[in-house]
Structures are given as C-alpha cells and as structure tokens.
C-alpha cells in the first residue's frame, strides 16, 4: 500500500522501520503514545482485529497501533474520530488517497498532530480484503515526519 504521494502509509512504515529491531515484550503504559490512543473512544460496532501493538526502537521512536473491524464507510469513521480528535487538541494535519501496488481499493489516510505526537486512521478501502478495516496508530520519530512539536 502506497499514498499517492509515493510514501509508505504510517502502519506499513512503522512495520518496517520498528518490527524487526522493536524492544516490544509489553506495552508501556506511561508512554504518552499509548495514552493517546487509550484516551480514544472506539466508534460503535467496531471491533479489534488483533491485540494493538506497541514498538520502541528507542526513546524517540515509539509507535502504538490498533487494527478494527467496522461495518462503517469513510466517511462515517473519520466523522467518529474527527469530532472527537478536535475536541481533544489535535489538529488535522492532511489526508492522503491510499493506492495496493497501483490499485485504488478506496484506501485513505488522514494525519492528526498534537505536538510531535502524530496520529494516522487509515481506512483500508471498501474493495481492500485485507480482513481489518482500518488501523489507528499513535507515534513519536516514525517516518514521515508530518508533526513536529
């Protein structure tokens, strides 16, 4: 999965740049990624895919991620989060079309700030079959760097 500007969605970035060399045998719960993302409501009728994921290659790269399942469009699911995101200090940073080796499955990402804390919802398209439906991911020095402090 490729954005339309040539970069790696967050997930697929952290999964290489992170899940190799991650020092990941639990979650910290303390890490302000973890808590951003802790601190979320999960819309209704959404459901985890998997366990989230907590990597830390090192104090300032740290990334937190959630797979769900949810029967909700585009639309209905950055309206859940939009809503409550604003209300909560972030700020809307850009969203991108998101392309599986050139295909258009209907895929995009949007990217939040609060701080250097960068939050990605990436919906994975109605045509994906990826088995989730969207990701949601907190982090800290993960490329690309969009939010700077």
Not at 29 to 55: F, H, I, R
Not at 81 to 89: P, Q, S
Request: aromatic share 10%; net charge neutral; charged share 15%.
């Amino acid at each position: 999965m490729i954005l339309a500007n040539g970069r790696l969605p967050i997930v697929v970035a952290a999964v290489l740049l992170l899940g190799a060399c991650a020092n990941a045998e639990s979650t910290d719960q303390s890490d302000p990624v973890v808590q951003e993302m802790n601190e979320l409501s999960v819309p209704a009728g959404a459901t985890p895919w998997a366990p989230c994921k907590y990597s830390a290659r090192s104090a300032s790269q740290r990334l937190y991620s959630c797979l769900y399942n949810a029967n909700l469009s585009f639309a209905e699911l950055l309206a859940a989060y939009n809503k409550e995101l604003l209300a909560n200090g972030w700020r809307k940073a850009e969203t991108e079309k998101l392309r599986d080796w050139g295909r258009d499955l209907g895929g995009e990402d949007v990217t939040f700030c609060k701080g250097n804390v960068q939050l990605n919802l990436q919906f994975a398209g109605k045509r994906a079959q990826y088995g989730w439906q969207y990701a949601i991911a907190t982090s800290v020095g993960v490329p690309p760097y969009i939010c700077s402090g």
